[in-house]
């Protein structure tokens, strides 16, 4: 018989046959029936009150990443790859939603997360502002300034968390707490004299005092917390990771000391993390490394924790709050692969958030908490060249080129730092190594950075009310007044809050 895996709790059935059987007619027939019968189940809305929200974020995480993720994560077990299940292919809804920012027709992830977590449409560059402020001109931020769902979450008295294999004061992350006209002021070491002077705060700084009592805080971004030329921790001795700050302050400090009586821990490493009894933590700093987190396929899995570790110990953390939590997790490093032309390094970071919405999922319950899943943008990669069923990801199509004769990689991307030419002429891939983890795919046109793409994202969801989140979607919002007056919570992101009335 065809292999069944059912998905009960949101009435879908993904089959998988083998070679002989997809041969016959019938297997793909029984297959139809099935899946026609359990959609019918979802005419059975989840109309529940979502007590919790969890937003994934797969910066870059565009389609044609999704789809090569998936073949890669079935091919990691030993799979063809084409009919393995991603995590967030078990969630029943799907839609699309736009990313052009206010100024831009292919978006930057800063003016996208405002988007998505502030519920307004933003210049490309800018987070927690409005479309009125001009990037880097600090005098367009007051008046200017537009909150979050995090801030809304918080209000509202649910426990609140950002975890990201970015550094934490990152375009994505610095949306949800921080109101800067350009992404780049991560430390005032950043930051022109004229902005400083004008009083405009650098992100880091507003990490911890715009909304000071965020109960979970974990990514990178070490050196932006500590006083200029002040060794790491981890990496004694070595410039290019030692703190930045011209203020002299100590940030990291500065929380340990206020959070010193009210179960705050500050962690730099795995065996820290993991050895935290969550019961006996409120409030959680975890910095672990300098700057981004290391790839994936990288990672010293002694010393640092994975992402999906990290949102383990997070909603460990966050669930002990009776009134819900709101949680953030952005699989950042996806897009710094892609932007890098290594594929390799990008859909590995896009597995490995897979592996996360897969741990949340054995955490949580769809009666109360509300999942999304989604990306910010897309970028120039896809693969092609009519290769045959269970091709390697990061193998060649079948064939030569029929104008120069030479092999060519599934993977390629439209620009990018993988343009090669030997003698006038494309490089031969199968002359290296292709199939290396730090492999720059071939490229059409050449850039010392590959671009983002402008096309929509997938937005996947499950739980209370995730049925709201269907169709072609703007990254904007409308607004809907509560008991605090009135809010953008409408967002195309997250229309569910609205309804479930996670701020009111």
């Known amino acids: 018989e065809e292999e069944i895996f059912p998905l009960v709790s949101i009435g879908v059935f993904f089959l998988r046959g083998k070679p002989e059987q997809e041969k ?75 990313t052009y920012n206010t100024n831009a027709q292919v978006p930057d992830s800063a003016g996208t997360a405002t988007a998505y977590l502030c519920g307004v449409k933003a210049n490309e560059g800018t987070v927690g502002v409005s479309a009125a402020a001009v990037r880097s001109q600090c005098n367009t931020t007051k ?111 500065e929380w340990r000391d206020r959070m010193e009586t009210q179960k705050g821990h500050y962690v730099w490493n795995k065996k820290q993390l993991l050895s935290l009894n969550p019961n006996n933590v409120d409030y959680l700093l975890g910095l672990f490394e300098p700057g981004d987190l290391t790839y994936d396929l990288e ?15 997070a909603i460990k953390i966050l669930r ?11 699989g950042g490093r996806i897009d710094h692969g892609h932007h890098e032309g290594k594929a390799k390094q990008a859909l590995h970071e896009a597995v490995e958030m897979d592996r996360a919405i897969g741990r949340a999922d054995l955490m949580t319950s769809t009666h109360d908490t509300m999942t999304v899943v989604t990306a910010d943008h897309s970028h120039m990669f896809n693969f092609g060249g009519y290769t045959p069923r269970g091709n390697i990801i990061f193998g060649l199509a079948p064939m030569l080129s029929d104008v120069d004769q030479k092999p060519f990689t599934s993977i390629l991307y439209g620009n990018g730092p993988g343009y090669k030419t030997i003698n006038g002429v494309r490089e031969n891939v199968s002359t290296i190594d292709y199939q290396d983890n730090n492999y720059q795919a071939q490229a059409a046109v050449p850039l010392n950075t590959e671009t983002h793409g402008g096309e929509d994202v997938a937005v996947f969801a499950k739980g209370p009310l995730a049925h709201l989140l269907h169709g072609v ?32």
């Open 143 to 253: 008046g200017n300034e537009v909150t979050s769902i995090l801030r809304w979450a918080k209000d509202a008295g649910k426990s609140v968390g950002i975890v990201t294999t970015t550094r934490v004061n990152h375009a994505t992350p610095s949306a949800a707490y921080a109101h800067s006209v350009d992404r780049d002021w991560y430390s005032d070491n950043e930051m022109p004299a004229e902005a400083l002077q004008d009083g405009c705060r650098d992100i880091a700084r507003q990490l911890f005092e715009n909304i000071p009592n965020i109960d979970v805080i974990m990514g990178g971004g070490r050196k932006y917390m500590f006083p200029k030329n002040v060794s790491d921790v981890e990496y004694p001795n070595v410039a290019k990771h030692s703190g930045t700050r011209k203020d002299g302050r100590n940030l990291v400090q």
């Open 299 to 313: 990672r010293n899995t002694d010393t640092d924790p994975s992402l999906t570790e990290m949102v383990e110990v």
């Open 24 to 98: 016959d007619p019938k297997f793909w027939n029984t297959f139809a029936q099935r899946t026609l019968k359990n959609a019918l189940t979802l005419q059975n809305l989840n109309r529940n009150k979502a007590k919790n929200l969890i937003l994934f974020l797969g910066d870059g995480m565009g389609v044609p990443t999704v789809t090569a993720a998936r073949i890669l994560k079935g091919q990691l077990n030993g799979e063809g790859g084409e009919e393995t299940v991603l995590e967030m292919d078990k969630f029943p809804f799907v839609s699309l939603a736009k």
């Open 320 to 330: 002990k709050n009776p009134s819900g939590f709101y949680l953030l997790v952005e």
């Open 473 to 504: 979607h703007e990254e904007h919002c409308l607004s809907k007044s509560g008991t605090a007056g009135l809010h953008p919570v409408l967002s195309s992101i997250l229309a569910l809050l609205t309804v479930t009335q996670l701020i009111c």
